[in-house]
């Protein structure tokens, strides 16, 4: 089944709850998809972490392209080149993480995954509807998740999205993916993936830590 290029495109739909037709984890959203937009950026050979930074590599030394259609990733890459002196990751997954989830909304609306409606809670708040078009998309990432956790294939051979989707999940602790007994059971499975990941899924985790206190 055909999935979304991106991972921030990617953990949004695995975000969604298909029992109850809405989207779980709202309030760390925006922090969520940053993190895979930067894990995003990493494993395609775009960013490299020095001393726990993210550094642009040059686009004759990358080892992949920003894909043209997702102006996240391409805005982030831009931020990052621009600003004045080499930020942590915490950094840039703090900024601008609510239009982030704009960002990805629009994306994955335009290119047919999802349908917006608006709508009003208690008919009084403007809110939007997320319904995603196809659930099979969001059981497909959900399934691999999965599989990539119990599965005994070393960590070098799994598909390093597959990885990013688990890895990020448990940092944002998003139940759609892994439930707490999963997270607490595969700990040391899921560090393994993380390891892949680079630094973004960590700095995930202390962002929401921090957040929450």
């Known amino acids: 089944m055909n999935l979304p290029e991106s991972l921030p495109a990617r953990l949004y739909l695995a975000s969604y709850d298909i029992d109850r037709q809405r989207l779980t984890g709202r309030l760390y959203l925006g922090y969520l998809l940053r993190a895979a937009a930067l894990t995003d950026l990493f494993l395609t050979g775009h960013l490299s972490d020095v001393k726990g930074r993210a550094r642009v590599i040059p686009p004759s030394a990358a080892t992949g392209r920003v894909r043209d259609v997702d102006p996240l990733l391409a805005g982030i890459l831009k931020q990052i080149t621009g600003s004045s002196r080499p930020r942590s990751w915490q950094y840039w997954i703090r900024r601008e993480a609510r239009p982030a989830v704009r960002a990805v909304r629009d ?3 335009t290119a047919g995954w999802i349908r917006v409606e608006p709508r009003r809670i208690l008919h009084l708040f403007p809110a939007d509807a997320i319904t995603v078009r196809d659930p099979r998309v969001v059981r497909e990432l959900h399934a691999n ?6 599965d005994g294939v070393p960590p070098a051979r799994v ?3 597959d990885a990013a989707v688990v890895a990020l999940a448990a940092a944002a602790q998003l139940r759609t993916v892994l439930t707490r007994a999963q997270q607490r059971e595969h700990r ?6 993380a390891e892949i990941c680079g ?13 929450q206190a």
């Open 107 to 109: 994306q994955l609306e």
């Open 145 to 150: 998740a999965g599989r990539v956790v119990h």
């Open 159 to 161: 598909d390093p999205y």
């Open 199 to 211: 630094p973004p899924p960590i700095a995930l985790r202390k962002v929401i830590v921090a957040a």
């Open 188 to 193: 040391a499975r899921i560090a393994q993936l």
